[in-house]
């Protein structure tokens, strides 16, 4: 045979696989395995598998090290060892499996599944990686998935998810962006699933899918933002809603609670009457003058109550940017963010209290206004 015509090999190997201390039976794994890739493409089958019963042999009793080396060696070796592969890819140090789970084209879905159950977050990551997950291996990984684990595997488009799948990483992507940004940028996300995905996710989440995302997707990404902003244009408030938030935000005030932290929580979530509420509070002007501002397409006049109630421009970006209206431009929100710096307080308080704020608002967008608003301070 081709591989071990020689009695002097098989003489060591032999000893090496009976007696042999850890040092010799790594110098004959590497032989053997460095022997196996020189020849792998004039074998024939029955060679193979003595390739691949002889290698099994000395995995028995040999260091990590050696056994890792061995694994990244022949991960995508053509052809496979299927045996071989199997054991390394159960083995319990990760730097062991690792090479086999994330290459081995001869491991089974019961495999992965298996090793998904009863070994580490290391193995899981690797699993994750792999392309052309099935569904029945990705439901097996997300069930004992940490933190790392489910980020890689949102963001490993070939891998397949069911309906069950997706509500896990759905959940944690409501306290993790990176989970909801990779999940955004699925082209297979379902469209329920994404309008879920975005209702609940950050601001900073949906911009960056609007910025990132490949054309197709952020066209899928716009059209559920519009969607979700239409089916809510019949919910708004009616005017008895606000005095249950009159009265939680005088709570929240009372304990100094109330805050750019509490604010930006309410407009993230969409609390709308709470929003005006805390505004109407703040600012000093009433429900009535704050609530249509809400609705206001330019977000002008919504800029100046934010201004009056001494909002920084972070919380004032995220009541703007949260609302039912279409998300503004990045040119249009540059724009607004010079003439909310160049606004005092007072003057915005005093506008917010006694004049128009939509009529002063249009007049301080204009570039010859924002000069005048500065010398205004």
């Known amino acids: 045979m081709i591989a071990f015509g020689s009695a002097e090999l098989t003489v060591e190997l032999e000893a090496a696989v009976s007696d042999g201390s850890p040092a010799r039976r790594a110098r004959m794994l590497r032989q053997v395995a460095d022997l196996f890739l020189a020849e792998a493409h004039r074998l024939n089958p029955s060679q193979l598998?003595?390739?691949?019963?002889?290698?099994?042999?000395?995995?028995?009793?040999?260091?990590?090290?050696?056994?890792?080396?061995?694994?990244?060696?022949?991960?995508?070796?053509?052809?496979?060892?299927p045996e071989t592969m199997r054991r390394l890819a159960y083995h319990d140090n990760p730097a062991v499996a690792s090479p086999a789970l994330l290459k081995s084209r001869t491991l089974q879905d019961a495999d992965l599944v298996e090793i998904a159950g009863n070994r580490s977050q290391q193995h899981l990551l690797a699993i994750s990686k792999r392309p052309g997950l099935s569904e029945a291996v990705t439901e097996a990984v997300l069930k004992h998935a940490g933190k790392d684990v489910s980020r890689v595997l949102a963001r490993n488009a070939s891998a397949k998810l069911?309906?069950?799948?997706?509500?896990?990483?759905?959940?944690?992507?409501?306290?993790?962006?990176?989970?909801a940004e990779a999940l955004g940028l699925r082209a297979d996300l379902p469209e329920a699933a994404l309008e879920n995905l975005l209702a609940k996710t950050t601001e900073t989440v949906r911009s960056r899918l609007r910025k990132c995302a490949s054309p197709p997707t952020r066209e899928r990404v716009q059209a559920a933002l519009d969607r979700a902003a239409m089916q809510d244009v019949p919910n708004k408030p009616a005017p008895d809603d606000y005095a249950e938030a009159h009265a939680a935000v005088i709570a929240l005030n009372h304990g100094g609670k109330l805050n750019d932290s509490s604010v930006n929580r309410f407009a993230i979530r969409r609390e709308y009457p709470n929003v005006i509420a805390a505004l109407s509070l703040l600012s000093g002007g009433s429900v009535d003058v704050i609530a249509p501002l809400m609705d206001e397409d330019s977000g002008a006049g919504l800029l100046i109550a934010c201004?009056?109630?001494?909002?920084?421009?972070?919380?004032?970006?995220?009541?703007?940017?949260?609302?039912?209206?279409?998300?503004?431009?990045k040119q249009q929100l540059d724009q607004a963010r010079e003439v909310f710096e160049m606004l005092y307080v007072s003057s915005a308080q005093y506008t917010i209290r006694f004049e128009p704020p939509q009529t002063t608002a249009k007049k301080l967008i204009s570039d010859d206004h924002v000069i005048a608003a500065g010398e205004r301070r």
């Not at 009056?308 to 503004?328: C, D, F, M, Y």
């Open 162 to 179: 069911t309906e069950k799948g997706y509500a896990s990483l759905l959940a944690t992507a409501a306290h993790d962006d990176t989970v």
């Open 307 to 329: 201004r009056a109630s001494r909002l920084n421009w972070q919380t004032t970006l995220a009541v703007i940017n949260n609302r039912r209206v279409p998300p503004l431009s």
């Open 49 to 81: 598998c003595i390739f691949d019963e002889v290698l099994v042999r000395l995995l028995h009793r040999t260091e990590a090290r050696a056994l890792a080396e061995l694994g990244a060696a022949l991960a995508d070796a053509t052809p496979p060892l």
